[in-house]
Nanobody, 120 residues
Framework: HVQLVESGGDSVQAGGALKLSCVVSRYIFGCGMGWYRQAPGNERELVSTISRDGTTTYADSVRGRFTISQDNAKNTLYLQMNSLKTEDTALYYC????????????????WGQGTQVTVS
């Protein structure tokens, strides 16, 4: 049974910073990890991904402000968010893809419950 537990969400003022964490209980045949977010009334969107070789991707809206990283020894994914804007307000989800054959782009098959980020 795989569990993903996010933490670090909070309410901050615009211009502030937060660091999200996601602990994965079991990360076997890991292909990659990612952060997604969903604001009220909007569809869930991809924020950032990191592949098992460390290659990262970012949505245009967060590039230069957010940094994704991972600690393989701790099975933990991070998202450092700087220069936060009100439009970053959303429920942030951690997701991972674990498969014997990895997809070319991240196709998560395990999701966390989300952590709320509110920027005012």
């Amino acid at each position: 049974h795989v569990q993903l537990v996010e933490s670090g969400g909070d309410s901050v003022q615009a211009g502030g910073a937060l660091k999200l964490s996601c602990v994965v209980s079991r990360y076997i045949f890991g292909c990659g990890m990612g952060w997604y977010r969903q604001a009220p009334g909007n569809e869930r969107e991809l924020v950032s991904t990191i592949s098992r070789d460390g290659t990262t991707t970012y949505a245009d809206s967060v590039r230069g402000r957010f940094t994704i990283s991972q600690d393989n020894a701790k099975n933990t994914l991070y998202l450092q968010m700087n220069s936060l804007k009100t439009e970053d307000t959303a429920l942030y989800y951690c997701a991972v893809e674990m498969c014997v054959v990895c997809s070319k782009s991240l196709k998560p098959n395990y999701w966390g419950q989300g952590t709320q980020v509110t920027v005012s």
